[in-house]
């Protein structure tokens, strides 16, 4: 489309917007920002900041400002044991009914004897909100905007009203522990508000101490983590006096705004914690703590770079692009933007030391979010950081990887007292307190893989950093567990006499049986075998590059043996379970039957064509019901066709994220919002652009012809390589690889293959033919 068209169809969906703010645009648009020219009207629109531990969501109001506030630890709970005691003595009987084909026996087995009771609920919180109420604003206001300036984590409001510039800025820093707010104007003694700190229950204590705001509650009802929130009110000019749950600010130049907040969750005293954070905090200048966070923060956010076109759609704001791609405009700018968001998302919710990032990464609204905002770990989770090591942020791989340890002590006590087997186990969703039985209905609870799958995590970052004294402390005995568990947990089939998974299911779905019932546990579910031949072959990698546990290395392979394989039915596709069912749900949003396409490296193009026919079959099928109708089930469909090496299907499926499943301000909706849709599409644009889990670094896989020039830096391969792709009219132009380890590189490019012997810290620059440059 002409640019004029697109330029005319965004002002016309932007008409319907509120008529008192302005809408042409300003000035030219920074290169990576996420941008409005109004303020947020509801959550979706609102936009985030974080440091990984503390986080807003930022309104951007003329009158009155809010700043939603969490920090990651404010959740309700406790440490629980629910085991059912009937499991262990069910099993035997559950297995029995299955291999006879009588599964809604079976499933009434499990359900009454195998599900606990998880009597104590544990939700992630708001820690409340900041409220800013402004003097009454009778002119009018113009050159509003609104941003999130992803170069600089530093989230933006502007506007002019009557005669004053007003500007107002937020980030979360994390050298200095603190949500840092700045407002300014171009007149002297202008700025006049109110604040205070809230928090939904009306249960909070609120205390006024000198120019400190102090927010604490016992969350939960006592059942939770005693939590503090901290305001100072640093001003430039003006006064300062008390106000009705808050503190008012007359006439001031210029006014800093500094909030410290922490838990009691580990250990720590929560009223100390935050008022020496906000002390040391206090003693810098507003320049230098923003200079502080800016530093910090583009040391991780530089690294990639990425560019795929221009067009004239970034002159407008984003929530008016986003419509202009509902209404069938393609903006590859604003695909960067998605990408970038997501690598934004990952900085600010996920650092070293914290929590990993939950369903809604650290940004969740109210006392019980969807979900609870807890830690899925069926796909949710691991989506969550499928971006991690591909997009050069590896050390914010590190929460997930350090939160599986953790999981260990209670997985093993599930493991014995439920199964009677040694070794690790979880189900399909945990929380901080690091529960891993199980709960609810089968259909999504009898599922023992969730420590199996999450496990793949920890091989990965090794294969990406090759870091042994992390294999050697953290990822090998968590997986040598988990590895342990799959290997007592094996039965063998009585009629083929392979061994099988189960009771188990494929995450979610159902399938009816032949008498028509409804059923979802199977024994030898098909993703089970999937997830436990990648833990196990992974496992006996790490025993070898540690020279250690022969023996348990030798009973692993013949248990892979003897590991049921993946099976093709008789219409080509993949079969999801032992049998052919029939679908209940042919359009289901859990394609859990191509794990081993991704995220597995088990089906590859190089070393099995005919599975990765039948694993094409198999998401064509389930797109034709309606599959992908969620967010992050959609960006897995990216990540699949990106392996497919089917870069039109990727990038129509990119399309149909952005259109469908995106909200005004580019976070993943389920719905309602959930975050593995952001980082499970920025791991799959980079898989459409190179792909290293085959053994060798492809290069532009599955690019689509909407991408026809452009180029990727900094991204990373497997073995420890850094890369940069520049390719021109669809075709590669020239490739850089960095290598950091010194390993032997094998590069493809279509048809052609070269292999580089590589040095340490040396770089290599090849041509479109692979050539040396």
Known sequence: MHPFFICLTLLLCFSATRPSFSQAPQKAPEKLAIWFSRPATEWNEALPVGNGRLGAMVFGGVASERLQLNEETVWTG?????????????????????????????????QDKMMGDKKTESNYQTLGDLQLDFDTLTQHVTDYRRELDLETGVAKVTYR???????????????????????????????????????????????????????SEHVGDGVGVKMVARLKVLQ???????????????????????????????????????????????????????????????????????????????????????????????????????????????????????????????????????????????????????????????????????FLDALRPDARKTAKDMYGVKGTVAHFTTDPWHFTETYGQTQWAMWPMGMAWSAQHLWEHYLFTEDKAYLKELAYPVMKEAAEFCANWLVENPETKQLVSGPSISPENTFKTKNGEVATMVMGPTMDHMIIRDLLGNTIAASKELNRDAAFRRRLEKVLTRL???????????????????????????????????????????????????????????????????????????????????????????LALLRKSTLPNLFDTHPPFQIDGNFGATAGITEMLMQSHAGEIELLPALPSAWQQGYIHGIVGRGGFEVDIDWENGKLKQVKVLSRLGNPCQIRYGNQVVTLQTQKGESYELDGSLKPL
């Open 78 to 110: 406790k440490d629980a044991d629910f085991v059912n005691p009937g499991a262990r003595a069910a099993l035997p009987e559950v297995r029995k009914l299955l291999f006879a084909g009588k599964y809604a026996e079976a499933q009434k087995l499990a």
């Open 161 to 215: 009203a009557g005669n004053v510039n007003f500007t107002r800025e937020v980030f979360s820093s994390a050298p200095d522990r603190a949500l840092v707010v700045r407002l300014t104007a171009d007149k002297p003694g202008v700025l006049s508000f109110t604040l205070n700190l809230s928090r939904p229950g009306n249960k909070a204590k609120l205390e006024l101490v000198g120019d400190e705001i102090i927010l």
């Open 236 to 402: 430039d000019g003006g006064t300062l006096r008390a106000a009705d749950n808050g503190v008012q600010i007359n006439k001031a130049n210029a006014v800093t705004l500094l909030l410290t907040a922490a838990t009691d969750y580990r250990g720590e005293n929560p009223a100390t914690t935050t008022a020496a954070q906000l002390a040391a905090a206090a003693k810098k200048t507003y320049e230098a703590l923003k200079q502080a966070h800016i530093a910090d923060y583009q040391q991780y956010f530089n690294r990639v770079d990425l560019h795929l076109g221009t067009t004239d759609a970034v002159y407008f704001p984003t929530d008016a692009r986003l419509i202009a791609m509902q209404n069938g405009n393609v903006d590859p700018q604003l695909v960067e933007l998605y990408y970038q968001f997501g690598r934004y998302l990952l900085i600010s919710s996920s650092r070293p030391g914290s929590l990993p990032a939950n369903l809604q990464g650290i940004w969740a609204d109210g006392l019980t979010p969807p979900w609870s905002a807890d830690y899925h770990i069926n796909i949710n989770i691991q989506m969550n950081y499928w971006p991690a090591e591909v997009t050069n942020l590896s050390e914010m791989h590190l929460p997930f990887l350090n």
């Open 564 to 654: 049921a394989p993946t099976r093709i039915g008789s219409d080509g596709r993949i079969m999801e379970w032992t049998e052919e069912f029939e679908e209940n749900e042919p359009g289901h949003r859990h394609i859990s039957h191509l794990f081993a396409l991704h995220p597995g490296r088990e089906i590859t193009k190089q070393q099995n064509p005919e599975l990765m026919a039948a694993a094409r079959k198999t998401i064509d099928q389930r797109l034709s019901q309606g599959g992908g109708h969620t967010g992050w089930s959609r960006a897995w469909i990216i990540n699949f066709f990106a392996r497919l090496h089917d870069g039109e299907a990727a990038h129509e499926n990119l």
